[in-house]
């Protein structure tokens, strides 16, 4: 029996979510990690809190009002992601849904999301990030590659 695109969808939401907070319990648990450590040369850990949203934007909006957002937000795509026949969006809905709720989670519990994973080639540096930030980059980005697939499938498709 295989999975409706909705359930699949819900199950990749939660295991991002519970990843993401195993994560982030694992980083806030080590007093260590105030220092960057090395892991393998470009990628350090090292525990951060941002306020605001991707790269410190929105600084300035209260803690609520991301989380409140956010909760809107989760709400909006959750509700696409009941109505989608197709299964590569709401697996890529599941992603963005699961980790943009690890960051309202840390919001509501901490009123900052928790950033560890910090990674820089020679001068470049990104910024600092964590596990529910690369869940929906990932799932942003099977978005942009399933839209483009399906429009070359409907290029493609034979006149009616």
């Known amino acids: 029996m295989t999975a409706t695109p909705r359930a699949l969808g819900c199950i990749l939401a939660l ?7 195993g994560s982030k319990e694992l980083a806030l648990a080590h007093a260590a ?14 525990l951060l809190r941002n306020e605001g949203v991707s790269f410190g934007f929105l600084t300035d909006v209260p803690w609520w009002g991301l989380a ?10 959750g509700v696409w992601m009941a109505r989608t026949p197709s299964r ?8 963005v849904i699961g980790g ?4 309202a989670f840390d ?13 820089h080639i020679f001068d470049f540096q990104w910024p600092t990030f964590n596990l529910a930030d690369a869940a929906i980059a990932l799932g942003v980005g099977l978005l942009l590659l399933e839209s483009v697939l399906a429009q070359d499938d409907r290029k493609n498709a034979p006149a009616r």
């Not at 990690?33 to 350090?44: F, T």
């Not at 409140?68 to 795509?77: D, K, M, Q, R, W």
């Open 15 to 21: 295991l991002a979510l519970v990843i993401d907070q």
């Open 33 to 46: 990690l105030a220092r960057p450590i090395e892991v393998i040369p470009g990628i350090n850990i090292v």
């Open 68 to 77: 409140t957002f956010s909760l809107g937000v989760i709400v909006a795509l």
């Open 88 to 95: 590569w969006v709401a697996v890529s809905l599941g992603l």
């Open 100 to 103: 943009a709720a690890g960051n």
């Open 107 to 119: 919001r509501f519990r901490h009123g900052a999301v928790t950033d560890f994973i910090d990674i």
